[in-house]
C-alpha cells in the first residue's frame, strides 16, 4: 500500500538512492536537489518519501507559494523499477490528501509544472483533473487543479 512519510535524518540517503529511467533526468530533478530546497524553504515546505508498504519507491515535495497563495508539487518521481504499477496515481492522491489538510496556509489551489515530452506524467495529472494555465517555461507547462473540485482551475 502506497504511503508517505516525511524526509527525516533516518531515510533521506534512501532519497538519495532513487534512479529515475534513461532519459528521465530531463524531466525531473533528483531528491538531492530538492532537499537542498526544502532547507531554503523549510517553513513553507515539506519533502516527503513515497513507499510501497517499508520500501521508498519514489519522492515528491510541497511547497506552499504565500504569494499567490497556493500549495505547489515538486519534483514528484517514482524510481525506475517500480514505474508502471500505479504508484505515481497512489501517491498523487495521497498528496492531495495532505495537502487538503492545509498545513501551512489557506489555499484551494494545487499547482505543479510538469515537461513538455513527459507524456505519461501530464497524462496522470491531467487524469487527476490537473490543466495547463497557459503558463510555459522553456521546457515545463504549468497545470493546476481545484482542491476539492477538480474542474476549478483558478
Given amino acids: 500500500m502506497i504511503n508517505l512519510r516525511k524526509i ?16 528521465q533526468d530531463a524531466f525531473v530533478s533528483h531528491p538531492i536537489r530538492s532537499l537542498a530546497q ?8 515539506q519533502p516527503f518519501g513515497i ?15 504565500h504569494d499567490v497563495p497556493e500549495y505547489d508539487i515538486w519534483h514528484m518521481m517514482i524510481g525506475e523499477q517500480h514505474q508502471g504499477k500505479g ?16 498545513p501551512f496556509g489557506d489555499s ?3 499547482t505543479l509544472t510538469c515537461n513538455k515530452d513527459n507524456k505519461i506524467a501530464l497524462t496522470l495529472y491531467r487524469s487527476m ?6 503558463v510555459a ?13 477538480p474542474e476549478e482551475n483558478l
Avoid at 8 to 23: R, V
Avoid at 87 to 102: N, P, Q, R, T
Fill in 129 to 134: 483533473g490537473f490543466r495547463e494555465t497557459g
Fill in 51 to 65: 513507499y510501497n508498504d517499508e520500501e521508498m519507491v519514489g519522492y515528491v515535495m510541497v511547497i506552499y507559494d
Fill in 108 to 110: 484551494d489551489r494545487v
Fill in 38 to 45: 526544502a532547507y531554503v524553504y523549510r517553513n513553507q515546505c
Fill in 137 to 149: 517555461w522553456d521546457d515545463e507547462l504549468e497545470l493546476s487543479r481545484g482542491l476539492k473540485c
Fill in 87 to 102: 504508484y505515481g496515481k497512489a501517491a498523487l492522491e495521497k498528496v492531495l490528501s495532505y495537502i487538503g489538510s492545509k
Fill in 8 to 23: 527525516t535524518e533516518e531515510n533521506f540517503i534512501e532519497a538519495f538512492n532513487l534512479k529515475l529511467g534513461a532519459g
